[in-house]
């Protein structure tokens, strides 16, 4: 198994997919599993709160076991998924604030970074998850300015070292 882990907008599905056409493997992404079966995750935030949605986010990634998975950028922050990772490979895909806003600002598609807070938001988000992401990494890739391409060929040679 191999987890993509990182905060929003680093390109966890994107470079997961890509990553299991590589590798000649499966490819699943926990968010949307649990959208699958649950609902958009800004209705069940809204219906049944954040802890409610980290549950199903447990249930969601214990049930996922071959390929590579993309997780939720708070994914780590349940002690669960932080042991149910480190049975695989942990690959951090860092981005920065600047890169944030530069692929936020180019895609219309994410409601929850709407708004003139957004980038504040994030920046903070990810600052108190960063120590996590980096605890938890057998793989560190930064991401800005990178295209997806590169970013799986800088990946694959750290995988085939451990």
Do not use: C
């Amino acid at each position: 198994m191999i987890y993509l882990i990182g905060p929003m907008a680093s390109g966890k599905s994107t470079v997961g997919r890509s990553l299991a056409t590589a590798l000649s493997t499966s490819f699943a992404d926990s968010d949307a599993a649990v959208v699958a079966h649950h609902g958009t995750i800004p209705e069940i935030f809204a219906a049944h709160g954040e802890q409610h949605f980290r549950d199903l986010e447990v249930q969601a990634l214990s049930r996922l076991r071959t390929g590579v998975v993309a997780t939720g950028g708070g994914a780590v922050l349940r002690e669960e998924n932080q042991q149910l990772l480190s049975r695989g490979t942990v690959v951090y895909l860092e981005l920065s604030p600047q890169g944030a806003a530069e692929r936020i600002k180019a895609d219309s598609n994410r409601p929850l970074l709407a708004g003139d807070e957004a980038l504040t938001v994030w920046a903070s988000v990810y600052e108190k998850r960063r120590p996590i992401y980096e605890m938890l990494a057998d793989v560190h890739v930064k991401v800005d300015g990178k295209s997806v391409l590169q970013i799986v060929e800088e990946i694959l040679p750290q995988l085939n070292q451990l």
